[in-house]
């Protein structure tokens, strides 16, 4: 049976939410739980015939938002600073953690360390497209000031995991820029563009508006802009929600309509649900890292987990590990 | 009356969106409108009773997207080349040009020149917020590489442009950045962070989420990030319609349901609609130009005229000046 460490304390409602998701995975599929966090807290919340799926690693404290990612080397007690260790000593195949994000990045790369080659681990978020699937970008927030070198290898792993993951099998990937055109782009993209055509899958520049509509399967930025994207991302559609229920309200017919319409509003809330992905893979470490929202509820870390045990099923790292080999040659 | 130069044939879709535009702005307000383009094509094209209003500045050839922006320095029979010649000689208080941004801006850059002290000239655009009103985002795609020095004068313009034109009296500006706290951002916004902190009306860090929450009234960014996030946010709010458009059809309760909101999409799309703004203001030139989409339909180009109206009746490039001096010292 896998086995995977989840950091049961990290997120920002406390373990309640995090041990229903690993309840709700485990009843879906079985596999070893390795919950970080304090067993006198924990084990009440597992239902007792999950109990032997379970097993505890005890940790007393969690690393919180103001800590910076640099004290979570000291916190040597966190459920975070833990759970990486297991990983480290290979006695789990993945780490979930909703903890802070930047820590278990920290952690994950100076303790478990990055697969040969790779200058920097990334986190890949999935968005989703109008096609109903799914479009990987990276970085969403690791690297903040990235050269044109970490933006193709960002481009290698991203390859990697669309293809092992996702299956997908002819995958094209798409550098994020300001025009499509080759001559766009600031100084690091340009230097970009020109290392990832060495890439069969590479098609080139991409505009903001390609993450939604399908025609590519991997989108490269660096984390400054990735972290932008996503945040911006949300908002629209944060704004597009509350302007609609605002001129709902104010009309008995438009209430009626969107009565009628609730099935299609559930659907799309489905379909770009944050919690039907889960987490974010933290691409590029010698191990499996999903890295997962704060504010996750149990459906997310059911997902999360789901996606700690296909990546750690698959071969992914030494995909990334000979690809960057055999261009290092 | 206040004399505007339009570029007439500039855009995507040939002169007659353009001047329907100018015919529906006439219609409101009287102004003396100077069309750039051939004489012999647009005449026809404007009502009897509004020829009084017009005047023809021939220009016989076109910038299109294909030419370099530089190219548009030799095109001197062009119709953005003839429009912004009349702007430097004074002779028009402002241009709106649908026409090859670049080449527009280029050409306002060099020919008509920069505002004492502006190091480069940025576009701003407004983006619609959940309350109704609207967010100054700046630069959008001007300045691809930018320097902290760069993105503090656009904090400088963009506070000039909501005070003057919007009639903000105590806007609120923030940067745009991967986090609120001051220790987020990149290597130029900390930088930049730094200088802006010297203005009153700087909050700090904003993230991509705050540009439609309307805690902000401008948002600075590099024009790198700013064309990334106009082109994300364009994607999402169209893969949410797609998405919607795509379940209603499956289901005639659902059907049902949208004509009854039929009221209310219409109202969002008015509230998040390009065409409601028209154009966006070049700031840092020494004169009024506003640039609009190449795709403008006739109510955009009437809503460009109208900001163009208002920016030439403005002291903005005066405050822009006298605010640039005073940190000069």
Redesign the interface.
Known sequence: MTSICIDAMGGDFGPKPIIEGVVEALETVKFSAVLAGKEEVLKPLVPSHLQKYISYIEATETISMSDGATNALKKKDSTIYKAIELLKNKEVKAVVSAGHSGATMSLATLRVGRIQNVLRPAIATLM???LGKKTLVMDV?AN??CKAEHLFQFAIMGEAYVKEILKIKNPKIGL????EEESK???V?KEAFSLMSKLDCFVGNV???????GSVDVVI?????G??????????????T???KK??KK?P??I??????????K??KQ??DYDEYGGAPLLGVDGCVIISHGKSNAKAIKNAIFQALNFADSDINKVIKDELLSFAR
């Open positions: 989703p497209n109008v927030g903040v000031d994020l820029s300001n025009g782009g600031n100084e993209t505009e903001g508006n390609q993450i939604f509509d930025c660096d984390g400054f802009v972290n932008i994207l996503l945040k911006t991302s949300e908002g629209v559609a944060d704004a597009i509350k302007i609609i001129h709902v009309s017919i438009a009626a309509g969107s009565l009628l319409m609730k099935k299609v509003f659907t799309l379909q770009v």
